[in-house]
């Protein structure tokens, strides 16, 4: 009898195996290593592109086999958050030098499903309120958003906005953006705006995209709808708000052999709005020969003067790609 409650105990806290590895996590002995790279790696002295200027960048890596994948990021003053699609999460500062300091490896607290596997963290998307510390996040397959306390302390709540209910299982909230009068703003990675809902030509549907706007917390209100016309071939990988309220989009694109691509797109405030259907002007395209890699995550500052975008890029911790931390002012 004993030996049967034994295993009964097992069969009960122990969560069912699915033949998955168990999701690697982060351990709490935080070592990261940074390397410079170049805009353009056959001339270092490229700057420009588009309507940015590159003011440099890194190459991160560390030996915890559970870096990387970062898909999401948030900036309050010097303070990184890098958030991975796998529910890890490396925060630090960084100074001129471009040395992090104050390294701190964590994971997500709770979320979808057991946690066993990477589905059930796949965190895709993040925003933070600079004033309270509170930080949401998007997870893509369940097609949720939970809120967190301060540092990812604790949860403090879910929801599954009905809205959010048909979108793709692996196109769900890519995107997660805080606006500065408190709205929210999500784009769906792949769903499209449906057909009754659509004004238009059947052939451009295919290049919308379905945006919701909260008027505030996404778990207390009701959502509204928009569209966003992304370019041919390309997705949405994540959206920041500018401070006078117009909403950076980044789209993303892959070819083969092996390419990555993401374009920057700038989208007026007046656009984000229920009922619209908006195209965003292009503000830069990141393709070879510069720089290029699958950049899924984007932050927004203020120095001198002068907005910073930052990008930093999900390289599914395959060899073949890195994860890069860029730095741009957004001229104009």
């Known amino acids: 009898m004993r030996i049967f409650l034994a295993l009964l105990l097992v069969l009960i806290v122990v969560p069912g195996w699915s033949g998955e590895e168990r999701l690697a996590l982060l351990n709490d002995r935080a070592q990261m290593t940074v390397t410079p790279v170049a805009l353009d790696p056959r001339d270092p002295g490229v700057r420009r592109v588009g309507a940015l200027t590159y003011l440099g960048g890194i190459r991160l890596s560390s030996r915890d086999p559970a870096f990387g994948g970062f898909s999401a990021m948030t900036l309050v003053g010097d303070r990184f958050t890098l958030l991975s699609d796998g529910g890890n999460v490396v925060r630090f500062r960084m100074g001129a030098d471009w040395r992090p300091y104050g390294l701190h490896f964590s994971y997500l607290p709770a979320g979808p499903g057991t946690g066993w596997e990477k589905r059930d963290r796949d965190s895709e998307s993040m925003a933070m309120d600079p004033a309270t510390g ?24 879910r929801v599954a906005p009905a809205a959010m209910k048909r979108w793709p299982e692996n196109g769900g909230p890519e995107s997660l953006a805080r ?154």
């Not at 009754?196 to 706007?213: D, V």
């Not at 909403?247 to 984000?272: C, K, Q, T, W, Y």
């Open 134 to 157: 509170r930080i949401w996040v998007g997870f893509e397959r369940a097609n949720q958003f939970w809120r967190y306390a301060p540092d990812f302390k604790a949860a403090e709540g």
């Open 179 to 332: 606006m500065p009068d408190g709205r929210f703003v999500t784009i769906s990675e792949e769903a499209k705006v449906p057909k009754p809902h659509w004004r238009g030509p059947e052939a451009l549907r295919l290049h919308s995209r379905i945006g919701l706007i909260f008027a505030g917390d996404p778990l207390a209100g009701r959502a509204r709808r928009f569209g966003y016309m992304v370019a041919p071939r390309h997705d949405v990988a994540d959206a920041v708000a500018l401070p006078d309220g117009d909403l950076l989009v980044l789209e993303r694109s892959f070819a083969l052999p092996f390419r990555f691509g993401n374009r920057i797109v700038r989208m007026a405030a007046r656009d984000v709005a229920p009922g619209r259907v908006a195209r965003g002007r292009l503000l830069a395209t990141l393709a070879a020969p510069l720089i290029h890699d699958n950049f899924e995550g984007m932050a927004v500052a203020r120095e001198g003067g002068r907005t910073i975008l930052w990008l930093v890029s999900d390289d599914n911790q395959f060899p073949l790609q890195r994860s890069l931390l860029l730095k741009f002012a957004l001229d104009g």
